[in-house]
């Protein structure tokens, strides 16, 4: 029983580039997050800033900071939103977790330069 049990855990393992799920916001399509963001939907908008921030408040706690520089440093609330956009407006089809895990790739490896 316990080669069972060792064997069903090693084929649900964590896979660090496979993503099962996405709750909340981060499932939106990128066309809805510009759609909502000129719509200016206050409230929406919020909904998905606080789903945006609450992700990298995630990851900033997971990344240690890179020569005494934390990825974040190199960003702004508001050039975090603009890149995001910029992103979801040439990629329209996709989700807006796909657009801030862009936008974290890239802060990442600017972080790493430094």
């Given at each position: 029983?316990?080669?069972f049990?060792a064997?069903?855990?090693?084929?649900?393992a964590?896979?660090?580039?496979?993503?099962?799920s996405i709750?909340?916001?981060?499932?939106?399509?990128c066309?809805d997050f510009v759609a909502?963001?000129?719509?200016?939907?206050?409230?929406k908008?919020?909904?998905?800033k606080?789903w945006?921030?609450?992700?990298f408040?995630?990851?900033?706690?997971y990344y240690?900071?890179?020569?005494?520089k934390?990825?974040?440093?190199t960003?702004?609330?508001e050039?975090?939103?603009?890149?995001?956009?910029?992103?979801?407006?040439?990629?329209p089809?996709?989700?807006l977790h796909?657009?801030?895990?862009?936008?974290?790739?890239?802060?990442?490896?600017?972080g790493?330069?430094?």
């Open positions: 029983m316990f080669v049990l064997a069903q855990a090693s084929a649900n964590y896979e660090p580039n496979k993503i099962t709750y909340g916001a981060g499932s939106v399509s066309g909502t963001r000129q719509e200016s939907d206050l409230q908008i919020g909904r998905f606080q945006i921030y609450g992700y408040t995630a990851v900033s706690m240690p900071p890179a020569n005494n934390h990825f974040l440093e960003a702004n609330h050039s975090i939103m603009a890149r995001i956009d910029s992103y979801c407006r040439k990629n089809a996709a989700n796909d657009a801030v895990k862009s936008l974290q790739d890239d802060l990442l490896q600017v790493k330069r430094k």
